[in-house]
């Protein structure tokens, strides 16, 4: 019940229990003001929901990650023979989907386990409620005891987004997305995903890896927004481990065929109409935020152009006591971490005299397909825009990693690159990695760059032997050189 | 004189080299001989011959007790870091088998390891590159010579083919010779009846039950490979672990490895090493009268550098105890036109990319291209034991001694991968207290020493956990152009990762606070 007394009920009310959310309701609290978090899931279509976290946690890089992992385990087992490991019936080793999916949903579990108390040890109050405003002062939600307003100081939009359906024939009926897969009660069986962002070639990649037959349906061009080699490259390295894709396709409708499968009908480039029968589809077109179910117009809350997202000034909307953070934001990176540090970085604004703005430029981010793709700082594309192609120099280099070589396994798209302006000292604007453990490799370079890295610096840097990063300090060949960036061989 | 090749001499032309004192009157064969066909010389043959100097290179191993002998590439490519890291990743996947368990791969409870296919597949792709080292030897136009070589004189290099004896004259000599493991001649049957890791990587009989001499980073890589590949693992350690290296870390990496089954002996030695006939095994005395049978000792006790036979004595250069070679910064000896780069050179940090970046610089500078030497300031290194750690920058103890203890302000979280967390991993059987006590700690730590008078400057920079090798290599580079704490906490993580750590580093050492983390979210937070 909110107490009675003057002033409002809260200094902070979080509308969104999930990176962004949590992590500012942490740091307010313990800068000793007073806070609430409302979380809700709305089921999706299928019915599934889940528990306090949000996004990340739940549906999103924690099960993604242990999926991905599970599916590399398939590549360790594959390889271990090369190695000695000797299993007596090596074609018979399958993967059981229910275990694994029991797996992650108990390490999801034990994480919902783990934020509920972090909040209630920080003081933080808990509202499992869909939070509505009432007005620019007042959310409005029904829990279990009721219906009940809630005022505060300052308000927090922290809701986050959900995976769209596209508006098609069977799109909400048959289809899935990626809040309903890593929680899914049967096995996936033959797949398409529809949608090449990142989440729709992690989600084809580590099904494939699991040993379902997969497929990626692209409207236009794969990863839109990341540097296009590369995302040439990772396409080329899922289609090499066996994952089709439909290019310059758009589905049109979804239907039961006869056998209880999906009957799938799209049209290709040139207007030609197919269809393929799959056990799922699951679509990753793009996710939308979740502005208009929590009435931002009743508090006056413009969204941006594209109708829904906020488009906000150092997390401020145009309404000065109410913020945004997270995937929420208009134009900014839709990444945990961001989230996070943005939502601390505010919350000492508001309850901790700090004046430190959040720097969304230059955030490193992986993209955990197959072989994976990190990458810091600009794309080529950017680079040229930017700069013109006379006053940018542009390193890059194939790879061999040493474990690759036992098992054969390709090593086609093992690749880096690294954007620098070109003359003087050469500050390096962006640095590309495809390979194994891409995230662990580029951190450690985003650090770098974060310190004005120049070519020069990272040129004579001591490589550690023998990895996989270390090549970043053995680059030599620039494109404009014309020279092999094949690699000759190791250790000298 | 007779040249190898029969080649007729090339006229040398406009080359200044650092020193031209003693300079015979005749035409010189060769503007450099490198002697060692390792890491350090191989870079800088091949570096010296880009640049138009004629070059010659001589290699030879002198076989092991055991009889191992091996190609071109010296100790990095053939009994070094490449058979190592292959090794240990075989190591890797064997724990990967029970992690795909956990997630789903229908696979049996025990996996058999065959050890005899693991070293026919490691010394193939050794050979491959081998051979790859001789392909690139020729087309970089450097002569190579299979053979021991003898310094007479400061120009000149005498070696042995086919029982007949030839002389070369060089402008400049550089001695990169590397190291060989040290075996005890005070042990009673160590000599004769031990293992080094210059055996291990090709050993034909597998392993088994195995004793680990000693406590330095060789040690306890062979300790973890043969320990994650089945193998009963026993290591016996004079005083502690990773001398010289941090002492939390030291442990922490220690622990690690007994949890997963690895078992230690501190303080007591092997005092006589015997065959036992009966069983085919080696009976293992030690200092405290305990005795034990095992099927290999492998001792990992320290390197000399194999100087006695080199005729340093006809140019004056005197070495240390352990046969390295003095040299300053520029790599010169106290013999003119004799230079020393890779292991061979005393003071020198063992590791190859430091040995080819010493080899590359001192051939552009042999060569008047370049006056840069290498700053030897902020090496990273990975000790890659089954959790690997990597650190780049001072440990605790050396920090608090350089730049005083008030100066230090160290945090750190102790964690555990997300994957690893997931997949529930148990620790060795013989640690388990009582039912509830199965899983195993947070392997990870990560670790930064700050400097407060400088604002809180990062001088040291500690990772243990899995990829430690990839993940420090980046941050090696933001250590080096000065990174500061803040720099660290503004920067903004992958996530989830376990690199990531060290932007939310909060607690510190200081503070008595807990740092073990166990949120599940691996190294990061998810909110």
């Not at chain 1, 074609?91 to 999801?108: P, Y």
């Not at chain 2, 997931?422 to 060795?428: F, I, S, V, W």
Request: aromatic residues 8%; proline residues 4%; hydrophobic residues 40%.
């Amino acid at each position: 019940m909110a107490p009675i007394g003057d002033g409002p009920d809260y200094d902070l009310v979080v509308i969104g229990g999930g990176s962004g959310g949590l992590a500012a309701a942490k740091e307010a609290a313990s800068l000793g003001a007073k806070v609430a978090v409302l979380d809700y899931v709305t089921p999706t279509p299928k019915g599934t929901r889940w528990g306090l976290g949000g996004t990340c946690v739940n549906v999103g890089c924690i099960p993604k990650k242990l999926m991905h992992q599970a599916a590399l385990l398939g590549d360790a087992i594959e390889d271990s023979q090369s190695y000695g490991w000797q299993f007596s019936n090596p074609e018979n080793i399958k993967h059981d989907w229910g275990i694994l999916r029991q797996a992650v949903q108990n390490h999801v579990k034990s994480v919902n386990w783990v934020t509920r108390v972090e909040l209630r040890d920080k003081k933080v109050d808990y509202i499992n409620g869909l939070g509505l405003f009432k007005d620019a002062h007042t959310v409005q939600t029904t829990t279990k005891q009721g219906e009940r307003t809630i005022t505060s100081k300052y308000f927090l939009i922290a809701v986050g987004g959900r995976p769209r359906y596209p508006n098609i024939p069977g799109a909400t009926e048959y289809g899935i997305t990626s809040d309903d897969v890593f929680s899914l009660e049967d096995s996936p069986g033959k797949t398409l995903v529809i949608g090449a962002g990142y989440i729709g070639l992690e989600c084809a990649g580590f099904l494939r890896g699991l040993g379902y037959d997969a497929t990626v349906m692209v409207r236009s061009v794969v990863l839109r927004g990341f540097d296009q080699q590369m995302a040439g490259l990772i396409s080329a390295a899922m289609e090499e481990r066996g994952v089709k894709f439909l290019r310059k396709c758009v589905p049109k409708s979804i239907e039961k065929a006869i056998d209880g499968k999906l009957l799938v009908k799209w049209t290709s480039e040139n207007g030609q109409e197919f269809g393929d029968t799959f056990d799922t589809v699951l679509f990753a077109i793009g996710r939308r935020a979740l502005t208009r179910e929590m009435q931002v117009e009743k508090a006056g809350v413009q969204v941006a152009g594209d109708g829904e997202k906020i488009d906000a000034v150092n997390e401020q909307t145009n309404v000065p006591h109410i913020y945004a953070v997270g995937d929420v934001l208009y134009k900014k990176p839709e990444l945990t971490p961001v989230a996070i540090h943005a939502g601390r970085l505010l919350a000492r604004r508001l309850f901790g005299n700090s004046t430190v703005q959040m720097d969304y430029e230059n955030v490193a981010t992986t993209v955990f397909s197959p072989l994976e793709y990190g990458c810091v700082g600009i794309s080529e594309e950017v680079a040229l825009q930017r700069y013109g192609e006379d006053n940018v120099e542009i390193y890059h280099a194939y790879y061999k990693p040493t474990e690759f070589f036992i098992p054969q396994r390709s090593i086609a798209h093992c690749y880096i690159k690294v954007i620098a302006k070109r003359g003087g000292d050469q500050k390096v604007l962006g640095m590309h990695f495809i390979g194994p453990q891409a995230g662990e490799v580029i951190q450690g370079f985003a650090a770098a760059m974060k310190c004005n890295l120049t070519m020069n610096a990272l040129m004579s840097t001591v490589g550690i032997h023998p990895t996989i990063a270390e090549e970043f300090t053995r680059i030599n060949v620039t494109k404009r050189s014309g020279k092999d960036p094949n690699p000759a061989s190791c250790c000298s | 004189m007779s040249l190898n090749k029969g080649k007729p001499c090339r006229r040398v032309a406009e080359l200044s080299l650092e020193s031209i004192v003693g300079l015979m009157p005749w035409t010189y064969d060769y503007d450099l001989a490198v002697i060692g066909g390792g890491s350090g010389g191989l870079a800088a043959a091949k570096e010296a011959a880009q640049l138009g100097l004629k070059v010659v290179l001589f290699d030879y191993v002198k076989p092991t007790a055991k009889g191992t002998t091996w190609g071109l590439g010296g100790t990095c490519v053939n009994v070094g870091c490449i058979p190592k890291k292959i090794m240990h990743y075989a190591g890797l996947l064997g724990k990967s088998i029970k992690d795909a368990r956990y997630l789903g791969w229908n696979l049996p409870e025990y996996t058999q390891f065959d050890w005899n296919l693991l070293v026919e597949k490691v010394q193939n792709y050794i050979k491959m590159l081998n051979f790859s080292y001789k392909v690139s030897l020729r087309s970089a136009k450097v002569c190579y010579i299979n053979a021991l070589a003898y310094i007479t004189t400061n120009n000149e290099i005498e070696y042995f083919l086919n029982e007949k004896s030839y002389k070369i004259h060089s402008r400049a000599i550089i001695i990169a010779v590397g190291s060989r493991p040290f075996v005890p001649r005070d042990v009673p049957g160590a000599f004769e009846l031990t293992i080094t890791s210059d055996d291990i990587f090709s050993l034909e009989k597998s392993p088994g039950k195995t004793l680990i001499v000693g406590g330095s980073y060789i040690a306890l890589e062979c300790a973890s490979f043969l320990n994650d590949l089945n193998f009963d693992v026993t290591v016996s350690v004079r005083s502690v672990v990773l001398r010289g290296f941090d002492r939390q870390c030291s442990n922490k990496v220690m622990n690690n490895l007994e949890e997963l089954g690895v078992k230690f002996k501190f303080k007591n030695l092997p005092s006589k090493i015997e065959k036992c006939e009966r069983e085919d095994k080696l009976l293992v005395t030690y200092t405290n009268g305990e005795r034990d049978l095992f099927d290999t000792v492998l001792y990992a006790v320290g390197r000399v550098a194999e100087t006695k036979n080199l005729g340093l004595e006809n140019v004056g250069i005197i070495v240390g105890l352990d046969g390295k070679i003095p040299v300053n910064e520029r790599d010169e000896t106290s013999a003119t036109n004799v230079y020393a780069v890779g292991d061979v050179a005393q003071g020198r940090l063992e590791l190859t990319p430091t040995a080819i970046q010493a080899g590359e610089y001192l051939a552009r500078r042999l060569a008047a291209v370049s006056s840069k030497i290498v700053n030897y300031n902020n090496v990273p290194t990975t000790v890659f034991a089954s959790y690997e750690y990597s650190s780049v920058g001072y440990s605790q103890e050396k920090a608090k001694e350089y730049f005083g203890k008030e100066n230090i302000e160290v945090y750190l979280r102790e964690f555990s991968s997300l994957e690893l967390s997931a997949a529930h991993r148990l620790k060795n059987e013989r640690l388990w207290a009582d039912e509830f006590d199965k899983e195993a700690s947070p392997q990870c730590l990560s670790k930064l020493i700050c400097l407060k008078s400088e604002d809180e400057k990062v001088v040291g920079f500690h990772f243990i956990g899995p990829n430690a090798g990839e993940i420090c290599q980046g941050f090696a580079l933001a250590i080096k152009l000065g990174a500061k704490k803040s720099d660290f906490d503004e920067l903004i993580g992958i996530h989830p990762t376990d690199a990531e750590s060290f932007c939310t580093l909060s607690v510190t050492l200081a503070s008595g606070q807990d740092f073990r983390v166990s949120a599940g979210c691996g190294g990061g937070k998810c909110g």
